[in-house]
C-alpha cells in the first residue's frame, strides 16, 4: 500500500506539471492581450509597452513559464492582473461555496442513482424500471446550461417557489447557526437557494450511476455464488446488500470518482446560470479578462482536487472488495 500510494503521488506530479505547461501554452496561444483589455484601445504604444513590462509580459514565454513553476513550487500562484489580490485569496474565498455545490449535486446524483438503479436490476423490464431508464436516458442527453434554463422558468418564474440566482448563507454556516440558537430559517434558506443549481449540475451523475448500477446488479444477481445464498434460505434483500451490491460497486465507485472531476467542471456552466459565487463564475470573468494568473491558478487548483479525488477512489476500492491488492 504505501509503495503504491507513493506511486501515485509521483504520477500526481507529473499529472500537475503537464497540466501547468497545457494551460500555460493555451492561454498564451489564446488571442487578446490582458494589458490592452486594462488600458483600453486609447492607450498609446508607449504606455501598453510601460505596463507590459511592469506585469513581466515582455519578457520570453519560457521565462515567464520559469518564474510561474518557480511560484508554485513556493506554494505562490501570482497576484490577479485585473483584481489586484493574490489568486490564492481569490480562490480561497470562492472554492467552499463550488465545493458545497459540488457535494450537494453528488449526493443527489449517489442516493438517487443508486435507489433507482438498485429497485431497476431487482425488478426488470417493470413498469419503473422502463420509466427510471427513460427519464435516464433524458438526463444523460441535457446539457447542463438546458436544463438549468428550464429548470428556473418552471420553478422560479412561473412556480415562485425557489429562487433564481444567488446563493443564501453557506450550508455549514447556517447549520451552526442552527445549533446555536435553535433557528432553521438560514438552514431552510440555503437548502433553498442549493437546489436548483444543485439538482442541474447532478442530473447526468444521476441518470449515469443509476443505468450503471442497474446494469453491473443485474450482472451479478446472475452470477452461481448468488443462487447458491438463495438456495440455502437467505432472504432477498440481505442476499442483494451482502453479497451482490459489494460485487457491484467496483465499477460504480470508479464513475462516482470521475464524475467529481466532472461535476467541477460543468459547475462552470450552472454557476454562470445561477449566479453561484463559486471558482466557475470566477474563471468565465477570468478568460474574458485574459487574467493569465488567475486562470491558472484555478485550473491548477481543480486538477489537483481531480487528482487527489482520483487516488482516494483508488484505495476506497480494497475498502469495498478486500479481494483487490495494489502493486
Keep these: 500500500m504505501p509503495r503504491y500510494i507513493a506511486q501515485r503521488l509521483l504520477h500526481t506530479l507529473l499529472v500537475m506539471f503537464g497540466v501547468s505547461l497545457m494551460t500555460f501554452a493555451l492561454i498564451h496561444l489564446t488571442p487578446g492581450d490582458p494589458v490592452l ?25 519560457y521565462v515567464q513559464y520559469a518564474q510561474y513553476v518557480g511560484r508554485l513550487l ?3 500562484m501570482g497576484d490577479s492582473i485585473f483584481q489586484h489580490q493574490a489568486v490564492s485569496k481569490l480562490i480561497g474565498d470562492r472554492f467552499p461555496a463550488t465545493v458545497e455545490l459540488t457535494i450537494a449535486a453528488m449526493s443527489i446524483a449517489v442516493v ?3 435507489l433507482t438503479g438498485v429497485i431497476s436490476a431487482v425488478m426488470p423490464y417493470s413498469a419503473f424500471d422502463l420509466t427510471a431508464m427513460l427519464i435516464a436516458l433524458a438526463g444523460v442527453a441535457m446539457p447542463v446550461f438546458w436544463l438549468g434554463m428550464l429548470a428556473i422558468l418552471l ?15 453557506p450550508f455549514v454556516q447556517a447549520i451552526q447557526y442552527w445549533f446555536r440558537t435553535g433557528d432553521p430559517s438560514d438552514v431552510a434558506d440555503s437548502l433553498r437557494h442549493l437546489l436548483l443549481p444543485a439538482v442541474s449540475l447532478g442530473a447526468f451523475s444521476t441518470a449515469l ?5 442497474r446494469s453491473a446488479l ?3 444477481l446472475g452470477q452461481d455464488y448468488v443462487r447458491t445464498a438463495r ?7 440481505p442476499v442483494i446488500a451482502r453479497h451482490a451490491l459489494p460485487n457491484a460497486l467496483i465499477p460504480v465507485v470508479t464513475v462516482i470518482g470521475l464524475q467529481v472531476g466532472t461535476l467541477l467542471g460543468g459547475a462552470v456552466l450552472a454557476e454562470t446560470i445561477f449566479a453561484w459565487p463559486g471558482i ?18 484555478i485550473v491548477m487548483i481543480t486538477a489537483l482536487a481531480v487528482s487527489v479525488i482520483n487516488l482516494l477512489v483508488d484505495l476506497l476500492y480494497g475498502v469495498i472488495n478486500p479481494r483487490v491488492r495494489y502493486g
Design 74 to 76: 513556493t506554494g505562490q
Design 112 to 114: 438517487l442513482g443508486m
Design 155 to 169: 420553478f422560479s418564474l412561473q412556480l415562485g417557489w425557489l429562487p433564481s440566482f444567488g446563493r443564501g448563507e
Design 37 to 61: 483589455v486594462m488600458l483600453g484601445t486609447d492607450a498609446t504604444p508607449s504606455e501598453l509597452e510601460r505596463l507590459r513590462h511592469l506585469l513581466g509580459l515582455d519578457q520570453p514565454l
Design 231 to 237: 438456495a440455502k434460505g437467505l432472504a432477498h434483500l
Design 218 to 220: 443485474m450482472e451479478v
Design 280 to 297: 466557475g463564475r470566477l474563471l468565465i470573468q477570468a478568460i474574458s479578462q485574459r487574467d493569465y494568473p488567475l486562470v491558472q491558478g
Design 209 to 213: 450511476i443509476s443505468r450503471l448500477v
